[in-house]
T-cell receptor
């Protein structure tokens, strides 16, 4: 069974600080995705990571993938209040059908 | 705005009833996925359709069914509703049938009283 674990599940941080969210998955994955969800809203695609060593950056967010360790990280640099949201990682694997398996999500609160 | 539309936005109904949720994918996308989001279960995959055919199935209850029509819109039918079916139901779409970025609609919030 394909499982995804995120930690921490809740993160409260001060503006201007750096932090990292971790995403571990249980078996080989075709792709790893990061999504953002604001309260009561839809999921917004942030990054798609396709291969070992992949790194993508958008603004203050940077995602990386280590397929050997089955680990992805989402690094937040100099956090601002607008980054407050829930962040999900998800993986897919054709052996398990073409579905996304999501982690539990990390609730990020940036305090000013 | 992802380009995926869902109706209705909110639905309040009683136990035992039946409801239909509707989804229109992004223009050109052939795959439609349904997910359920609840506090206790998180985000769970229900079912995928690709170009009118069922492609993959998750832990979808027998009381739930879905279909994708020739114009590629999809409907999720939920019957004999229970309190535990209260959740946010998302539709997502992607261009292909295989691994691909999925774009999520705004969701339908279902409340069963």
């Amino acid at each position: 069974e394909l499982k995804v674990e995120q930690n921490p599940l809740f993160l409260s941080m001060q503006e201007g600080k750096n932090y990292t969210i971790y995403c571990n998955y249980s078996t080989t994955s075709d792709r790893l995705y990061w999504y953002r969800q604001d309260p009561g809203k839809s999921l917004e695609s942030l990054f798609v990571l396709l291969s070992n060593g992949a790194v993508k950056q958008e603004g203050r967010l940077m995602a990386s993938l280590d397929t050997k360790a089955r680990l992805s990280t989402l690094h937040i640099t100099a956090a601002v209040h607008d980054l407050s949201a829930t962040y999900f990682c998800a993986v897919d694997n054709m052996e398990y059908g073409n579905k996304l398996v999501f982690g539990a999500g990390t609730i990020l609160r940036v305090k000013s | 705005d992802s380009g995926v539309t869902q109706t209705p936005k909110h639905l309040i109904t009683a136990t035992g009833q039946r409801v239909t949720l509707r989804c229109s994918p992004r223009s050109g996308d052939l795959s439609v996925y349904w997910y359920q989001q609840s506090l206790d279960q998180g985000l769970q995959f229900l079912i995928q359709y690709y170009n009118g055919e069922e492609r993959a199935k998750g832990n979808i209850l027998e009381r739930f069914s879905a279909q994708q029509f020739p114009d590629l819109h999809s409907e999720l039918n939920l019957s004999s509703l229970e309190l535990g079916d209260s959740a946010l139901y998302f539709c997502a779409s992607s261009a292909r049938g295989g691994p691909d970025t999925q774009y999520f609609g705004p969701g339908t919030r279902l409340t069963v009283l």
